[in-house]
């Protein structure tokens, strides 16, 4: 089975664009080193990449907007599994799946300072996000491999989907608050078990 978890960049971006977006991109996260994101204003951003303002908000709505930006480029960068790969169901349960949910337990505790500071202000992960769509497609496909008759789910694969996603996130968000205590392979494990116990009913099969 081929599993396609690529999602391209639009090739229509201007290269000037893209250079304006690394450099504030490359601006906020030096700014951030020395001060608290609260107290970090456009302006300072703006001097700091050596762009006007007006240049800014052609890009970005706010200094939130541009954060989430760099952390999901990040993403792309450091997470985000290209190309295709060929994977059994075997496979992908027990590497693919695993492998996935480990490296975004890493990068949300390697990123967790700023994802902390984000999240005071508005909520970390939307349905819009890159990072959301990803993990979604990543979990429909587990889904899929484990019941092809949707006929058979006792509830839809989109809602279970939506419904480990949040929890996934938010789980992952508590563990940051309180310490990041745990390790990222025990908190993985924790997620895979509850997700093997309990779509072991929603499915109506057990894992094979």
């Known amino acids: 089975m081929y599993v396609n978890l690529s999602i391209k960049q639009s090739s229509n971006e201007d ?7 690394r450099l504030l991109r490359e601006a906020i996260t030096k700014l951030l080193k020395k001060n608290e994101l609260k107290d970090i204003s456009i302006k300072k951003i703006s001097d ?4 006007y303002r007006t240049t800014f908000y052609a890009h970005y709505s706010d200094k939130y907007d541009l954060l989430e930006d760099y952390l999901i480029e990040a993403w792309k960068n450091e997470i985000l599994l290209g190309g295709i790969i060929n994977v059994n169901k075997q496979e992908f349960i027990k590497e693919t799946y695993w492998k996935g949910m480990l490296d975004t337990v890493k990068y949300f505790k390697r990123y967790s300072k700023l994802y902390l500071q984000l999240s005071e202000f508005k909520p970390i992960i939307s349905k819009n996000n890159l990072i959301y769509k990803t993990l979604k497609q990543f979990f429909n496909i587990l889904l899929s491999i484990l019941q092809p008759d ?21 789980s992952i968000l508590n563990w940051l608050e309180s310490g990041a205590k745990e390790s990222c392979e025990s908190v993985t494990k924790d997620f895979i078990t ?15």
């Open 150 to 170: 949707d006929l058979k789910m006792l509830v839809s694969k989109e809602r279970i989907s939506e419904f480990y996603i949040s929890g996934y996130i938010n």
């Open 15 to 21: 290269l000037r664009i893209q250079r304006t977006k």
């Open 48 to 51: 700091e990449a050596m762009i």
């Open 194 to 208: 509850l997700t093997d116990n309990n779509l072991t009913f929603l499915i109506n099969k057990e894992f094979q």
